[in-house]
C-alpha cells in the first residue's frame, strides 16, 4: 500500500512568537519547491500558534499542536480544546509524547480519550508510542508499543485508522543523539504496523535523533513513513535540508 510521507516538527517549549516569525520567514521559501505528496508539519507551542497559522495559511505546511484535551471546553484551568485549535488553523496534534506520559500525567487512557476527540473534530493525531532504555534492555520492546497502539485506538472504527498518525519514539533516542539503527526501527515499527487491524495505510514516523544525515537512511525502510523531528527541526536551513532529504529520488 503506498503510505503518505509525512516529516513534522515538534518544537517542544522553544521559541517565542518573534522566534517563530524569523523561523517562517527562512523557512517557507526553502520549502516551496517540495513536492506536494510530503505532508510537512510544525508544531509549536501554543503561544505561537496563532502566529504560525497566520504565516502558514495559504503555503502547503501544516499546522500542528503539541497537545490537547479531550474535554471541548469546561472548567478545565491551563487546557486548550480542539476547536481552539482548529480556529487558529491547525490540523494535525501529537497525542501521547513520551514528554507528557512522564511529566504530565498522560496515560494511555487520556490519550485515547484524545484520539478520539482528535478525530471527531477533523484532527489528524500523530500518537507517539515508544519504549524506554530498561525496557528495551529487559526485551520488552515489542509488547510496549503493542500495548501503547492498541490502548490509543480502542474503540476507534478501522476506517477511521487511515487519518491517523503513529510516531516511533524509542524514548532512549530522543534528544541523546543515539538514534535507534534504521533496520531495528523499521522492524518495530512492522510490530506497530501490525498492532491492530487497519494501520496498513496509516503513515507511521520515526522520532529520536533524526537529523539531515540520518532522515534517508529512515524513510528508504518499508514501514517507515516519515519522521517526528526534534531538535533538529528548530533550525530552518537545518530542517528543510532534512525535508529535502527525505523526498525519494523518483519524484
Ligand atoms: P529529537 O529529534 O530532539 O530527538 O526529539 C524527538 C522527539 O521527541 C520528537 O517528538
Not at 526553502?30 to 504565516?55: D, H, K, M
Not at 487512557?109 to 507517539?128: D, M, S, W
Not at 533496520?183 to 496509516?202: C, K, Q
Request: hydrophobic share 45%; glycine share 10%.
Amino acid at each position: 500500500m503506498n503510505v503518505r510521507t509525512i516529516l513534522a516538527g515538534n518544537w517542544k517549549m522553544h521559541k517565542t512568537a518573534a522566534e517563530t516569525a524569523a523561523f517562517f520567514d527562512a523557512f517557507l521559501p526553502r520549502v516551496a519547491p517540495i513536492p506536494a505528496e510530503i505532508e510537512i508539519v510544525v508544531a509549536p507551542a501554543f503561544t505561537s500558534l496563532q502566529l504560525a497559522g497566520e504565516f502558514l495559511s495559504g503555503t502547503r505546511v501544516r499546522l500542528g499542536a503539541q497537545t490537547m484535551h479531550w474535554e471541548l471546553q469546561g472548567a478545565f484551568t491551563g487546557e486548550v480544546s480542539a476547536p481552539m485549535l482548529r480556529a487558529l488553523g491547525v490540523s494535525h496534534v501529537i497525542l501521547g509524547h513520551s514528554e507528557r506520559r512522564a511529566y504530565c500525567d498522560e496515560t494511555d487512557r487520556t490519550v485515547n480519550l484524545k484520539v478520539r476527540t482528535a478525530l471527531a473534530q477533523g484532527l489528524t493525531p500523530i500518537v507517539a508510542v515508544g519504549e524506554t532504555l530498561d525496557e528495551r534492555r529487559a526485551g520488552a520492546t515489542d509488547e510496549r508499543v503493542l500495548s501503547q497502539t492498541r490502548a490509543a485506538f480502542e474503540g476507534v472504527p478501522e476506517a477511521d485508522l487511515s487519518k491517523v498518525a503513529i510516531a516511533y519514539e524509542p524514548i532512549w533516542a530522543i534528544g541523546t543523539g543515539q538514534s535507534c539503527e534504521p533496520d531495528e526501527a523499521n522492524r518495530v515499527m512492522a510490530t506497530i504496523r501490525h498492532a491492530i487491524d487497519g494501520l496498513g495505510g496509516t503513515p507511521i514516523l520515526y522520532g529520536g535523533s533524526m537529523t539531515a544525515s540520518n532522515v534517508a537512511s529512515y524513510v528508504r525502510c518499508s514501514d517507515i513513513n516519515g519522521g517526528l523531528v526534534g531538535g533538529a527541526s528548530l533550525d530552518p536551513e537545518g530542517f528543510a535540508a532534512l525535508i529535502e532529504r527525505a523526498v525519494p529520488v523518483s519524484s
